[in-house]
């Protein structure tokens, strides 16, 4: 069998409408934003998810508690589907580091990540993924890099040709994790660039 995955970015938030990087820092909705994210819940209404997976950034928690006030479904905030930590370069102009995205494709923001470990840090929370909730429908809200990771560990696709390429909203992304998905590979140690982040539950 296999996990279907919906894939959907946390809502605009006011760092998006003012083009600024928000990276680890928490982030919070705008008006747009919130509006976007009760729309998401609307899309969603008749999808038969099990569960609900989002980053533990505020900005991807808040889109969830607006999109499901009332649905009875688990949700499981998980460090694995943050951001990019983009270190000294938070808060710049996206720009301004969409420039140095394919510099950083193995090489860390200075005091963060490179967009390899957030890959790596993905490809742990599929294999648990996979492993826990074989032949569900699963929702999981997180953020740019982490889609990116997404279609080049389930889709094939290179890093490079995705972090080179604009990022296109669009309401949802539908992915297929087949069951036992990367049991044949050891677990990723412990990525703690940066701050240390708390760990995932």
């Not at 508690?65 to 270190?87: M, N, Q, S, W």
């Not at 580091?97 to 599929?126: I, K, M, W």
Request: hydrophobic share 40%; with cysteine; charged share 25%.
């Amino acid at each position: 069998m296999a996990v279907d995955i919906v894939y959907e970015t946390h809502a605009t938030t006011t760092d998006n409408e003012a083009g600024l990087a928000t990276g680890w820092q928490p982030g919070r909705l705008s008006d747009r934003g919130r509006a976007a994210a009760r729309e998401l819940g609307e899309r969603r209404h008749t999808d038969r998810l099990a569960a609900v997976f989002c980053s533990d950034l505020a900005r991807a928690v808040e889109t969830v508690e607006i999109a499901f006030p009332a649905r009875k479904l688990p949700v499981h905030r998980d460090t694995r589907l943050r951001e990019c930590d983009y270190g000294e370069l938070t808060g710049h102009p996206v720009a301004e580091l969409a420039a140095l995205r394919l510099r950083h494709l193995d090489e860390p923001f200075p005091g963060g990540q490179s967009y390899r470990q957030v890959v790596e840090q993905t490809r742990g929370f599929l294999r648990d993924l996979a492993a826990a909730w074989d032949g569900c429908r699963v929702l999981v809200v997180a953020h740019s890099a982490n889609r990116w990771a997404l279609d080049h560990l389930l889709r094939g696709i290179p890093l490079a040709d995705l972090l080179g390429a604009p990022f296109e909203w669009r309401p949802g992304w539908s992915y297929r994790l087949p069951s036992r998905w990367g049991a044949d590979r050891p677990p990723p140690a412990r990525l703690q660039p940066g701050q240390p982040a708390p760990e995932h539950r």
